[in-house]
């Protein structure tokens, strides 16, 4: 009996879960765990960055598009100088996908120093 219950629960959401567009399921998104936000199209990359761009530079580019959950400038283990490229994971995918758009390629200034944002889908998770 587990069994059938499970496979029913199991069918309605693989027959719906590849169409479905990505802002589509609010409720599936809030019920996912730690893990899950990190995966799908959330976490951005975010390449060529100057070494004057830290963590509160990066989030407030960044938060115009959506919440942002999670913000990282990754640097060198030894020397703490930032390696040039960071990660920005937000709360869901739409406002990832819209920060994608609007910023890669785009010049910015201040502590981006004019420089033309990489932004791509982050493999971080895999």
């Known amino acids: 009996s587990n069994r059938q219950g499970g496979e029913e629960g199991a069918g309605d959401d693989s027959s719906r879960g590849g169409v479905q567009p990505p802002d589509a399921g609010a409720g599936a998104a809030a019920a996912a765990s730690a893990a899950d936000l990190l ?3 959330r976490a951005l990359y975010v390449g060529n960055l100057a070494p004057t761009v830290n963590e509160a530079a990066l989030n ?11 913000v990282q400038v990754m640097r060198d283990r030894e020397t703490r ?17 819209a920060a994608m758009a609007q910023l890669n390629g785009a010049i910015i200034m201040g502590p981006f120093q004019g420089r033309a944002l990489r932004v791509s889908p982050s493999n971080k998770a895999r």
């Open 39 to 41: 995966q799908g199209n």
């Open 60 to 70: 407030m580019q960044f938060a115009m598009f959506g919440p942002v959950m999670q």
């Open 81 to 97: 100088q930032p390696r040039g490229f960071g990660f920005v994971t937000f709360v869901n995918s739409s406002s990832a996908q």
